[in-house]
């Protein structure tokens, strides 16, 4: 089955960096949308970065374009999520979600939109690492 474990969490000094993995099993990422989500206590749970695996560009969310990257391993079957210039704002539970695309002739446009929440397709989660960046 599907299954996807982060690690990479920890705690830094604001401007510092930090780089998450997530290793995944039970299956390929063609055709799956792939990425990261982040939940602040308190806050709604919110899209950081996705891709609909083998096509588009990366969907980066809130104000993380330009300091964090998203890339994947497929021979590692492994994500990462490179998070550079860290700011207190960015501190939370950071987990790696899949989801499967049925119907890959809008495959783009429907990892767009499940970049923002995750919630359709049905998503499969990481159980998350947390990062906390101190001011």
């Known amino acids: 089955q599907v299954q996807l474990a982060e690690s990479g969490g920890g705690s830094v000094q604001a401007g510092g960096s930090l780089r998450l993995s997530c290793e995944t099993s039970g299956f390929t990422y063609r055709g799956y949308c792939i990425g990261w989500f982040r939940q602040a206590p308190g806050k709604e749970r919110e899209g950081v970065a996705a891709?609909?695996?083998?096509?588009?560009?990366?969907t980066y969310g809130g104000n993380v374009r330009g300091r964090f990257t998203f890339s994947q391993d497929n021979a590692k079957n492994t994500l990462y999520l490179q998070m550079t210039d860290l700011k207190p704002e960015d501190t939370g539970m950071y987990f790696c979600a899949a989801a499967r695309v049925s119907d890959r002739t809008v495959g783009i446009s429907t990892c767009a939109r499940w970049a923002s929440d995750g919630r359709k397709p049905v998503t499969f989660w990481g159980q998350g690492t947390q990062v906390t960046v101190a001011s």
């Open positions: 891709i609909y695996a083998g096509a588009g560009g990366t």
